[in-house]
Structures are given as C-alpha cells and as structure tokens.
C-alpha cells in the first residue's frame, strides 16, 4: 500500500507539477478551492481531485481523512 498524499494548491503551476511527480510514488490527492478545476481531473495520471475551502476546519478534516502527508501550496490571500 502508498502512502497518501494531500496537494492543496494542485491547481496552481507548481501544485500541478507536482501532481504529476508525484502521482507515481504515492495516492495523490489534488485538492482545489475551485470545483471547475476539480471537475477536469487530471486525464493520464492517477490523482484525485478534491474541493475544499482551506479555511473551514470541518472541509479540512473530511479531505485529510486517510492521508498520511500533506503538501500546502495554496495561497492565503482572502478566504472564500
């Protein structure tokens, strides 16, 4: 079994990047504030897309069920 691990900010350049870097080595979780992006998926690579609002503590306790790292790339400029 991978470990699992959470991108937030997946839909960024680097977070997308990483995605596909990472996406080999463990179950990977792209996590996006937008549901667009998260509709698109990631054709090709074996990575889940996840909706959350990184500022709601009950959204980040349901994506992070399960994962075993977490990479935080998503900026703070306003909460939504």
Do not use: Q
Not at 21 to 37: C, E, G
Not at 51 to 58: A, I
């Amino acid at each position: 079994m991978r470990p699992r691990l959470a991108i937030f900010g997946a839909s960024g350049f680097i977070g997308n990047g990483l995605c596909h870097y990472m996406s080999p080595h463990y179950d990977t979780i792209a996590i996006t504030r937008s549901p667009h992006r998260a509709a698109l998926g990631s054709p090709g690579l074996d990575v889940v897309w996840r909706v959350s609002d990184f500022f709601r503590r009950p959204d980040l306790e349901k994506v992070l069920n399960g994962v075993d790292y977490a990479i935080y790339l998503a900026h703070t400029r306003v909460p939504t």
